[in-house]
């Protein structure tokens, strides 16, 4: 099955790696409900992160967020599957993200999008402090559309990651793994959101496409109607989705003569 195979290949990485345990960031949404369970899986230490972030005021009384909700939930339904191996955490990072919102709109440099992203990469800090603490790696969460089709993901924040498990899956069969791995139906069925913005704004409303539009036209090209859209979302974050450009310097010390 599926998912044994990539639960062996993350253990056999960490293995070689001399890696001990396994970090996830636990959003809510379906793709680190399938990743942290894969990791779980392995019966390597795995810890499963949930880190919000809500930055509404006043903050909403006497519930917590639909999405941290699904987080928690994820996090107690792991605990309860793996109780020796997996430690679930739950790390408010909140004050955190109010300082450097404070400091960077004190330098005039308070872009939304830029904060948007900034939550991302202040969860990654947190991921890869927790890593480094456990002798551990950070587990990718991204699927096929988001990290190789449109580069929906912040550049070194969710993208910051060792390995990347379902990065070759397309959101159908993340989907798929879902219900072989028997995830809660009230994560199987929530709209997918990034959880960068306080509205909790879906990714269809952001991507303009549903990611059923978005696989037809990765699948199918100039065949489907969605293609257009489709290659305007991939062209405009395209750089997030290659190497970085390296100057190549045309002399080398090999060749320069002496003297």
Request: hydrophobic share 35%; net charge negative.
């Given at each position: 099955?599926?998912?044994?195979?990539?639960?062996?290949?993350?253990?056999?990485?960490?293995?070689?790696?001399?890696?001990?345990?396994?970090?996830?960031?636990?959003?809510?949404?379906?793709?680190?409900?399938?990743?942290?369970?894969?990791?779980?899986?392995?019966g390597?230490?795995?810890?499963?992160?949930?880190?919000?972030i809500?930055?509404?005021?006043?903050?909403?009384?006497?519930?917590?967020?639909?999405?941290?909700?699904?987080?928690?939930?994820?996090?107690?339904?792991?605990?309860?599957?793996?109780p020796?191996?997996?430690?679930g955490?739950?790390?408010?990072?909140?004050?955190?993200?109010?300082?450097?919102?404070?400091?960077?709109?004190?330098?005039?440099?308070?872009?939304?999008?830029?904060?948007?992203?900034?939550?991302?990469?202040?969860?990654?800090?947190?991921?890869?402090?927790?890593?480094?603490?456990?002798?551990?790696?950070?587990?990718?969460?991204?699927?096929?559309?988001?990290?190789?089709?449109?580069?929906?993901?912040?550049?070194?924040?969710?993208?910051?990651?060792?390995?990347?498990?379902?990065?070759?899956?397309?959101?159908?069969?993340?989907?798929?793994?879902?219900?072989?791995?028997?995830?809660?139906?009230?994560?199987?069925?929530?709209?997918?959101?990034?959880?960068?913005?306080?509205?909790?704004?879906?990714?269809?409303?952001?991507?303009?496409?549903?990611?059923?539009?978005?696989?037809?036209a990765?699948?199918?090209?100039?065949?489907?109607?969605?293609?257009?859209?489709?290659?305007?979302?991939?062209?405009?974050?395209?750089?997030?989705?290659?190497?970085i450009?390296?100057?190549?310097?045309?002399?080398?010390?090999?060749?320069?003569?002496?003297?």
């Amino acid at each position: 099955m599926l998912e044994n195979k990539i639960a062996s290949w993350i253990k056999e990485y960490a293995t070689k790696a001399n890696k001990t345990s396994l970090v996830v960031g636990v959003s809510g949404g379906i793709d680190s409900a399938v990743v942290s369970t894969l990791c779980a899986m392995t019966g390597l230490k795995t810890i499963g992160c949930s880190l919000p972030i809500d930055m509404r005021e006043p903050p909403p009384k006497g519930k917590r967020g639909k999405v941290i909700d699904l987080a928690m939930d994820h996090l107690y339904w792991l605990d309860s599957h793996f109780p020796k191996t997996f430690d679930g955490k739950s790390i408010n990072m909140t004050n955190v993200f109010r300082r450097f919102y404070k400091l960077a709109n004190q330098l005039n440099d308070g872009s939304d999008l830029g904060f948007a992203n900034s939550r991302a990469r202040i969860r990654m800090m947190m991921l890869y402090q927790i890593a480094q603490s456990n002798n551990g790696l950070v587990v990718g969460t991204g699927n096929k559309v988001e990290d190789f089709g449109v580069g929906f993901f912040t550049k070194w924040g969710d993208g910051g990651v060792d390995i990347s498990p379902i990065g070759d899956l397309y959101k159908s069969e993340v989907y798929e793994l879902g219900a072989s791995l028997n995830i809660l139906n009230s994560i199987m069925t929530a709209t997918p959101i990034d959880g960068l913005w306080d509205d909790d704004r879906s990714d269809e409303n952001q991507l303009g496409l549903t990611y059923d539009q978005l696989e037809e036209a990765m699948k199918f090209g100039t065949g489907s109607q969605h293609y257009d859209r489709y290659v305007e979302l991939r062209t405009a974050n395209l750089h997030k989705m290659q190497p970085i450009p390296v100057f190549q310097n045309e002399i080398s010390f090999d060749q320069t003569e002496p003297g």
